[in-house]
């Protein structure tokens, strides 16, 4: 199998590469600018801007399966992840890539009732703030995705920490609140596992740490 990754050099990226090319994928994997560190022979490295559809093309050459795991960091004024979202999803329909799965947050999109009063209010409160612009723009991000012909999976960790993975739940109905948290490392073993054995196609799901 072929998996696609954009935001490979984040955090989480980083350990989804790094597992995906454990588990025996071949990865395509997506930099804005070369990593330092050395890949694995099964990694093939692309860099390019997110603006540019030959690179967005080439990242998506062959695949089976995209992951986006693109997020602003947190000085990050301008913001850009539901457009790069749409370019994914346009090369997706030229390359014949047939499934996303893109990474957003619980805070993120609709909010049903396995989500906690105490976050939804949170999320709410922080849509009046300079935060805003961000969440918007996170909430645009997933409607371009749930509107792809494209089999799609949302997952919507809880707060991502580092550290040791731990165990897990996922699911759609898997309930996340103020208090809930997901490794990084949890939340990459989750999408390696569903780019192998996909479980949830047209589905949200929530991931936290037990
Ligand atoms: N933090 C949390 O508690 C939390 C909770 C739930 C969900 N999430 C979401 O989970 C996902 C993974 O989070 P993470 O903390 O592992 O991510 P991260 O370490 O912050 O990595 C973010 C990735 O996005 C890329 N990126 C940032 N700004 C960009 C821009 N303007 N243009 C193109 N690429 C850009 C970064 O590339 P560069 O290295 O080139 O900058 C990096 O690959 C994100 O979608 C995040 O929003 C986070």
């Known amino acids: 199998m072929i998996v696609s990754v954009f935001g490979a050099s984040g955090r989480t990226g980083k350990a ?22 050395p890949s694995p022979d099964t990694v093939t490295v692309v860099v390019g801007a ?25 000085s990050a004024h301008r913001v850009f992840c539901a457009t790069a979202t749409k370019a994914i999803l346009a090369g997706m329909a030229t390359q014949n890539v047939p499934r ?14 396995n989500v906690s009063l105490a976050l939804k209010l949170m999320s709410f409160g922080a849509r009046r703030t300079e935060q805003g612009d961000t969440l918007a723009d996170r909430d645009a ?20 920490t580092d550290g040791l993975g731990t165990e897990f739940e996922a699911g759609p109905a898997v309930s996340v609140g103020l208090s809930s948290r997901c490794t990084r490392l949890s939340l990459a073993t989750f999408l390696v596992a569903e780019v192998t054995r996909p479980q949830y196609a047209t589905s949200a799901v929530y991931v936290k740490d037990r």
């Open 141 to 160: 991000q997933e409607r371009a995705v749930r509107s792809s012909p494209a089999a799609w999976t949302m997952v919507k960790p809880a707060t991502l």
């Open 50 to 74: 997110l603006t540019d559809p030959t690179a967005v093309r080439e990242v998506l050459r062959g695949a089976d399966a995209v992951v986006v795991l693109l997020g602003p960091h947190p």
């Open 16 to 37: 989804f590469v790094k597992l995906a090319a454990e588990s025996g994928l071949y990865v395509r994997a997506h930099y804005r600018t070369a990593p330092l560190e």
């Open 100 to 113: 996303i799965l893109c990474v957003t947050g619980a805070m993120i999109g609709e909010r049903p009732s």
